[in-house]
């Protein structure tokens, strides 16, 4: 029985083997037809991962420079009409493209934009860089000022604009008249029209400083009468009438050259026959704790550098003007101004206080007009 046993096991294990060499065989075989058809069937390449994009930086616009030098005799004067449409931004692209539709091709030297409502006027310094930097123009020079309000209903800017023209159109030079303050306006442009009637010169533009607006319609008809062909602005410095009085400046081309390349005009003025002129921005003082000497000195300080930059020199100012949150401020800039341009000098321009600075901690700005080389 034991031996029919073992023989049994033998059969079974002998009938086994073939099936497993057999398996194994197959396994072999399928697992080379694999492959053979693997390296048959066309290589897939696997998706190319697409190159993420650069973080492009752009590029800051240049600031406005600190001074220009132009020709006397090529410069242009025009005022930017008053819009209501869309806030401050869109106000200062309207305004520039209508100035530059006046300028009728001439290069800006300087801008003077007044600011009224809440807007932050630094925008109008960045919009100008964009701007011009975009159509590869040279800059001006920028002046920006917090007023108390414009003659129109959601009018939030206007820009004055000197530019150089083609060719020249003032052979006899230019007179700049200091602002005249009277109680009315229709006196103090009587005194604006006096001083142009002395120096024989024709008005080309006259702004007007006024406490309010209640009486702007006698104020424009004044200036209208006065001077027909000149650009006119009307400013409201501040919202309260920290000013009581109106003040109007001008600036004039001579009929006639005068005596010296410069002649002051006894308080009233300076009449300017030179070549060039240089023209600077309003630096700023940060007086955080009063009208200091030293904080306004560093504002004296940087025009100094400003005119350098363009070969020009304190000594050679011949229009000053100073914006100030307070008269104290403003007498102590004006105070001061014997110390950098010089004993003798008698600059003409005017001292305004005014609603505000393009920073909040500034207290004062300066301003000049100066000789070029």
């Known amino acids: 029985m034991s031996g029919l046993y073992y023989r049994c096991q033998a059969v079974v294990k002998s009938r086994r083997r073939p099936n497993v060499i057999i398996g194994r065989n197959l396994a072999v075989l399928l697992s080379a037809g694999l492959i053979a058809q693997a390296q048959l069937a066309p290589r897939i390449k696997p998706p190319k991962k697409e190159k993420e994009p650069e973080t492009q930086t752009l590029p800051l616009p240049p600031e406005p420079p600190a001074a220009v030098i132009v ?3 090529k ?3 025009h005022v930017s009409p008053l819009s209501a449409k869309g806030l401050l931004t869109q106000q200062v692209h309207d305004a520039l493209k209508a100035l530059d539709r006046a300028n009728n091709g ?5 801008l003077r934009a007044f600011v009224a409502g809440t807007g932050d006027m630094r925008r109008v310094a960045a919009i100008v860089s964009e701007e011009f930097s975009d159509r590869k123009i040279p800059l001006p020079a920028v002046t920006t000022i917090q007023v108390g309000a414009l003659p129109m209903e959601g009018a939030q800017v206007v820009i004055e604009s000197i ?9 006899n030079g230019l007179a700049f008249f200091s602002a005249q303050r009277a109680v009315g306006s229709s006196q103090a442009v009587a005194q604006l029209a006096q ?6 010169a024709v008005m080309l ?5 006024l406490p309010d607006f209640t009486k702007l319609d006698s104020a424009r008809a004044s200036v209208t009468s006065a001077f027909p062909g000149a650009s006119a ?16 400046e001008g600036l004039g081309r001579l009929t006639h050259p005068p005596r010296s390349p410069v002649e002051f005009l006894a308080g009233s003025g300076v009449a300017v026959n030179h070549p060039k002129l240089i023209f600077t921005d309003a630096q700023i003082a940060f007086t955080a704790s009063g009208a200091r000497d030293e904080d306004l000195r560093l504002a004296y300080g940087r025009l100094g550098r400003a005119l350098e930059s363009v070969q020009g020199s304190y000594s050679r100012s011949v229009v000053m003007n100073i914006y100030a949150l307070n008269p104290a401020v403003a007498d102590r800039a004006a105070a001061l101004a014997p110390e950098f341009l010089g004993s003798a000098a008698r600059p003409a321009g005017a001292t305004q206080v005014v609603e505000g600075l393009p920073s909040l901690d500034a207290t004062v700005a300066i301003e000049l007009v100066a000789l070029g080389p």
Request: hydrophobic residues 35%; glycine residues 4%.
């Open 195 to 200: 001083a142009a009637k002395t120096e024989q």
């Open 106 to 110: 001439g290069t800006f030297v300087k």
């Open 71 to 73: 020709e006397t005799g």
């Open 163 to 171: 530019s150089a023209e083609k060719k020249p159109v003032n052979p």
């Open 205 to 209: 533009q006259v702004t007007c400083f």
């Open 75 to 77: 410069l242009a004067f």
């Open 233 to 248: 602005n009307f400013v409201q410095l501040t919202r309260l009438a920290v000013e009581p009085q109106t003040s109007c």
